[in-house]
C-alpha cells in the first residue's frame, strides 16, 4: 500500500456513520482522510457537525461518492444495495454494513 490518503466518504450520519467518524478522526498515523457525510436528513447532519466540524457535510451522494476513493454505507439496511451499486458504478470501493441487501432480490 502507499502512503497516498485514502479518501473515506461516509453515507448514514447514524450510530455507525458517526463511529466510523471517530474512529477515523482519532488516527494520526493512517493513511486515511475523510472525504465527507451525507445523509438524508438535515437535523443528522446537523448532530455530526456538532461533534465534527470540520467534516465536510455532502450536499447529496453522488457528490460524496464523486470526492471519494472508497464509501463507507452506514444508512438504515434498506438503502445499502443500492448506495452500493452507484458507488461501485462510479469506480470506487465500497464498505459497507451488514445486510448488504435486505432480501435475495
Known amino acids: 500500500m502507499t502512503r497516498d490518503a485514502l479518501s473515506l466518504g461516509i ?6 456513520g458517526e463511529r466510523m467518524l471517530g474512529v ?3 488516527q494520526t498515523d493512517i493513511p486515511i482522510r475523510v472525504a465527507g ?5 438535515p437535523a443528522s447532519l446537523d448532530r455530526i457537525a456538532g461533534t465534527f466540524p470540520a467534516v465536510t457535510r455532502m450536499a447529496d451522494a453522488d457528490a ?15 438503502s445499502h444495495i443500492g448506495y452500493a451499486r452507484r458507488a461501485s458504478a462510479a469506480g470506487r470501493s465500497v464498505f459497507l454494513e451488514k445486510p448488504l441487501a435486505v432480501d435475495l432480490e
Request: aromatic fraction near 6%; glycine fraction near 10%.
Open 11 to 16: 453515507i448514514g450520519a447514524g450510530i455507525m
Open 24 to 26: 477515523v478522526s482519532a
Open 37 to 41: 457525510i451525507w445523509d438524508p436528513s
Open 64 to 78: 460524496l461518492i464523486a470526492a471519494s476513493t472508497c464509501v463507507y454505507v452506514a444508512s438504515p439496511p434498506g
